[in-house]
């Protein structure tokens, strides 16, 4: 079993009560990254809410704690239903990741968002301290991951 299938099935066994701070520092160490986020959609004011962090420095938690769909990479990957990603936040000038992302220090990142059939749920982040580029096998297990977290909060 690889450590995706671990965590999806850790997941399931957790029948909506989820430990967020566990779940996000086993998804980062699965992928071995330095940091990580999990927001969760608010139906009602349609932001993404910061449920838990790892590794995000204390004075930028108030900038992240609520973010808009379409702003910063875990808002465009919200509005896109795809995974965005960066291989150097530290050197990106597309303008996709907000100026204070590059104040966590880290270099390859992946916002993916948590879908369950199409319907957005929230939205994952990891990140590493080199530039790197995930592969289309990590997304994909990202992915996955996010649909089982999705299929736990709707059933919550």
């Known amino acids: 079993m690889n450590n995706s299938e671990s965590i999806i099935n850790s997941i399931k066994e957790t029948s909506g009560d989820i430990n967020w701070k566990e779940l996000l520092e086993s998804i980062i160490s699965a992928f071995d990254c330095s940091t990580g986020t999990l927001h969760r959609l608010d139906t009602e004011s349609n932001l993404l809410m910061l449920k838990s962090q790892v590794g995000i420095p204390d004075f930028l938690l108030p900038k992240m704690s609520s973010i808009p769909i379409g702003k910063g990479m875990a808002g465009i990957a919200a509005e896109r239903k795809k995974p965005v990603e960066m291989c150097n936040l530290q050197t990106d000038d597309s303008g996709v990741a907000r100026p204070a992302a590059k104040e966590t ?3 390859g990142s992946i916002a993916v968002p948590m879908l369950l059939e199409g319907k ?9 301290s080199v530039p790197y580029d995930f592969t289309e096998s990590e997304s994909e297990e990202l992915l996955k ?3 089982e977290i999705a299929r736990s909060i709707s059933s919550s």
């Open 120 to 128: 957005l749920y929230g939205v994952l982040g990891i990140a590493k």
């Open 105 to 107: 220090k880290v270099e």
């Open 145 to 147: 991951i996010g649909e």
